[in-house]
């Protein structure tokens, strides 16, 4: 898929990873149309928490790049503390809110990708449509016990990008998924500083967490070089804190 015209939808763009992300793919050509919970240049404005949002934010997406998609990247996520001994329907609202912005949005959007890659022409690769899952490394060793949600819409994300890898590369969609550690944003610093940083960071064979450029390489990788046969294929970014 030539850079120069690759038409590139990024949730979650707004700062930390999905800024990176946004700004390495317009540093090679791309023409990206973000996310966020505001609008501002370049970004349009949905609350994935809503039934619905993510439906509206693809049928914006498509109107803004001229009808045409190349690439999703789902992004976009929360990461916020339910305790086991919470009150029933905190821990049901908390779960609900979770698994909505973090699968089920993320899922409604891979959803519209497939099927607007079903009704195009292959590009000169043979490609029709690439998918990039921001996931985590939780997906695969768990998180803390005040976040299980966030662990299994992590991992939910996972097992959908490999279900989507194989029911579709056989239509020239492509689809990856991208399982960081710890990066530098405003969410983990303030989990790393609740946490006790020092003691998590030790846990880190690469003794530090993860840029947000770091992960952004990973992605516009993926979003624009990564070979058809890669597809399914689920990159760590973690500083060896979990090898598997």
């Not at 000169?124 to 695969?140: D, E, F, K």
């Not at 299980?148 to 590369?169: D, L, N, P, Q």
């Not at 020092?198 to 947000?212: C, F």
């Not at 990973?218 to 399914?232: C, R």
Request: charged residues 20%; neutral net charge.
């Amino acid at each position: 898929m030539p850079e120069s015209q690759a038409h590139i939808l990024v949730t979650g763009a707004t700062r930390g990873i999905g800024a990176a992300i946004r700004t390495s793919l317009s540093a090679r050509g791309a023409r990206v149309v973000g996310h966020g919970t505001r609008a501002a240049p370049g970004i349009l404005a949905a609350d994935l928490s809503q039934a619905g949002a993510a439906d509206r934010l693809w049928d914006a997406a498509l109107d803004a790049l001229d009808g045409r998609i190349d690439v999703l990247i789902n992004n976009a996520g929360v990461f916020e503390a339910i305790p086991v001994d919470a009150q029933d329907a905190e821990w049901q609202a908390s779960w609900g809110r979770t698994m909505q912005i973090n699968l089920q949005s993320s899922a409604d959007l891979c959803r519209r990708m497939v099927l607007h890659a079903q009704g195009r022409e292959p590009d000169a690769g043979g490609l029709a449509g690439r998918i990039v899952n921001v996931a985590s490394r939780a997906a695969y060793r768990g998180d803390s016990p005040a976040h299980w949600h966030y662990a299994a819409s992590k991992a939910g994300m996972v097992a959908m990008t490999k279900s989507i890898a194989r029911g579709y590369a056989g239509q020239g969609l492509v689809a990856f998924a991208i399982c960081p550690g710890y990066v530098i944003t405003g969410m983990a610093e303030d989990y790393l500083a609740s946490r006790g940083g020092d003691k998590l960071l030790a846990d880190i064979p690469l003794g530090r967490v993860a840029q947000p450029g770091e992960v952004a390489s990973v992605a516009t990788y993926l979003a624009l070089d990564a070979p058809a046969s890669m597809t399914g294929a689920v990159l760590d970014v973690n500083g060896a804190s979990f090898v598997r």
